[in-house]
């Protein structure tokens, strides 16, 4: 059979091969565990205020006081710091490792839990707080890359998820020894949680795209051949990405630019904006000022559940939300869960924004005392099956690697300053609207939110990195070998 074709038209066209389905290994799933034990902290860390500044307030032997706007402080330090340690993270990825960076946090978590716990005064607390902060911005930049460069694209949204999941972990473990626990206690158990990770962190290998982007191939092939299972053939994955990182270095020949103007390239801008839009919308949703203030919100409510039983319901519903979520991702893809996820949250925030509004009419609401925590399940529901986890899953994915460190280091710290946004404005936001119209004002975000998608995020399930870089390319169009040949005679 001829297919005849204009010399200048380039059809890509894929036939189907019987190749084997590719195989989760152990390696990968130990890879990801590790790598995630590190979320773990970031989970706990962000939480931790949430129960200890009520036994701060009310703890009168610890020497020093704790007022209303210096509980602010010490819950919004920390996202302020990962700020800064979001920018510090880009750079550290590209230069030191992927690997290597995430064990770095290690010792600052540690450190900064033995300090709050040993805290004579204030700036001590907080001291604490920035330094475990400047870690959680190093780390969740990091893991993301890490495992979106490790793990092979069928299973990259389940596995990619493991984060998520630990980090619900340690929220949900922070809720449940906060019950029992002082503030002093609360933080020694954080300290003794990075011990695992640090120890299984020598284990893993360092990705083998960061091996190739320094030359040391030899590396990269046992890397890659530990993640893939000893008896894998990963000739052609290795050698795709030894294609475009050679790409990548041709195009540096031709013409060597700074990093603003690499990021400026629109099939470098526009992964970077989406990423970002992602990140904005997370946030603006107020899902830290729920989690930070989840005791605060239902003392407010006047629920007439117990808010400590509260508090722990929606850890636990958070906890196994996440894996239903990475149950599912790699089969109904990454857009439908954001869809799910946006209408869910929006939905409820409406709902408990009309419930505090008829709270502030001097209307007796005890009859709804249940409304609380049932939206806010349903809107924890909603984001950790979206909106919580693919935002950082899909940063992993979509970054091209030309600009990953730099770029993640952008979407990073642009993700924790709106959290540092959000929860030290959040009481003060509530002082001006009300608690009606701020969770309103939050609903509107995520209704915004729900848009974005739908018009900007591609879906990348299956797909490789190099795929989803090359989608971001454009169509190509390439003058066939048959356009520089010249006409011969026709023979008749």
Partial sequence: ??????????????????????????????????????????????????????????????????????SMWIGSLMPLSALVGGIAGGPLIEYIGRKKTILSTALPFIGAWVLIAMAENVPMVLAGRAISGFAVGIASLALPVYLGETIQAEVRGTLGLMPTAFGNTGILLCFIAGMYLDWRNLALVGAILPLPFLILMFVIPETPRWYISKGKTKMSRKSLQWLRGKDADITDELSLIEKMHQEYLDSEKNGSQSTISELLKSKHLNPLLISLGLMLFQQMSGINAVIFYTVQIFQDAGSTID???????????????????????????RKMLLYISAVMMALTLFSLGGFFYVKSLDIDVTAFGWLPLVSLIVYVIGFSLGFGPIPWLMMGEILPAQIRGSAASIATSFNWMCTFIVTKTFEDVIAVIGAHGTFWLFGIIVVVGLVFVIVSVPETRGRSLEEIEKGFRGPTRRMSAVANMKPTPMSC
């Fill in 307 to 333: 808010k400590n039983l509260s508090t722990i319901i929606i850890g636990i519903v958070n906890f196994i939300s996440t894996f239903v979520a990475a149950s599912v991702i790699d089969k109904l893809g």
């Fill in 1 to 70: 059979m001829k297919i005849l074709l204009r010399a200048d038209t380039y059809v890509d066209i894929e036939l189907p091969v019987n190749s084997p389905v590719a195989k989760c290994t152990i390696t990968q799933i130990l890879a990801a565990l590790s790598v995630s034990l590190g979320s773990m902290q970031v989970g706990y860390a962000s939480s931790y205020t949430s129960p200890a500044l009520v036994s701060m307030r009310d703890n009168t032997t610890a020497g020093f006081e704790v007022t209303k706007q210096m």
